[in-house]
């Protein structure tokens, strides 16, 4: 079965280092989303794809940035964590066009020391 | 400012009666809605979508409703069981960019 994966599903660095959560759908679909999820907070979007080699900033971006250099795959990379990006982040696909509805990944749960 | 409510607090209903979820917005134009299901250390899993120039979508147990005078929407389970226990999310999709924009979300509890 298709399915989207992250990795890795939990992961506590130090400040200051820079740490890449994968994402990987086998879906085959061009729209690939970033979210970050916080307590009493939306999901709240981070950068998101629209195809290979396309990457938009979302509404959160700053410290964050994203690399598709195949349709499989959305790598979101922290430059240089800080802890107000300790989070729980969500990948998420979707084939194409603009309401469809968006296949989610299991969440990365990352803390930042 | 641009808002999205969803009750904060957890919703405990009787096993059996309806659960009725609330999703509110402020100086947004949708062009549709989306309400998702996730459970504890899970992602959400989509369920219904409805657009702006639709009132009413039903699937099996489940029922949106989508009021864009009262800029609200309301999420109805019926024949609610403990399996329907979840966080409920809303999500509005921007006219201008198809973004979507997310509430908080509700906690259910459904109660043998």
């Known amino acids: 079965d298709a399915e989207i994966t992250q990795s890795p599903r939990h992961k506590i660095t130090e400040t200051g280092r820079q740490v890449t959560l994968a994402c990987h759908q086998t879906?085959?679909?061009?729209?690939m989303f970033w979210y970050r999820q916080d307590l009493g907070h939306g999901l709240r979007l981070i950068h998101y794809?629209?195809?290979?080699?396309?990457?938009n900033k979302g509404e959160v971006s700053d410290g964050y940035s994203v690399s598709r250099s195949n349709t499989e795959d959305l790598p979101l990379t922290l430059e240089s964590a800080a802890s107000s990006q300790t989070s729980v982040y969500f990948c998420?696909?979707?084939?194409?066009?603009?309401?469809?509805?968006?296949?989610f990944g299991e969440g990365s749960r990352l803390t930042v020391l | 400012s641009q808002k999205i409510e969803q009750n904060s607090e957890a919703l405990n209903i009787q096993e059996g009666k309806t659960a009725t979820l609330t999703c509110n917005y402020t100086?947004?134009?949708?062009?549709?809605l989306q309400w998702y299901r996730q459970d504890p250390g899970r992602g959400p899993v989509f369920l219904l979508l409805?657009?702006?120039n639709e009132k009413e979508k039903r699937k099996e147990r489940l029922k949106v409703t989508f009021d864009t005078t009262l800029k609200q929407s309301l999420f109805h389970i019926t024949a609610s069981q403990p399996a329907d226990s979840a966080t409920y999310l809303c999500?509005?999709?921007?006219?201008?960019?198809?973004?979507?924009?997310w509430g908080a979300g509700t906690k259910l509890i459904i109660k043998p």
């Open positions: 998420a696909s979707r084939p194409g066009g603009d309401t469809g509805e968006l296949f």
């Open positions: 879906w085959n679909h061009n729209n």
């Open positions: 794809s629209y195809g290979v080699q396309d990457t």
């Open positions: 100086n947004y134009s949708p062009a549709y």
């Open positions: 409805i657009r702006e």
């Open positions: 999500a509005l999709g921007r006219r201008s960019n198809y973004q979507l924009i």
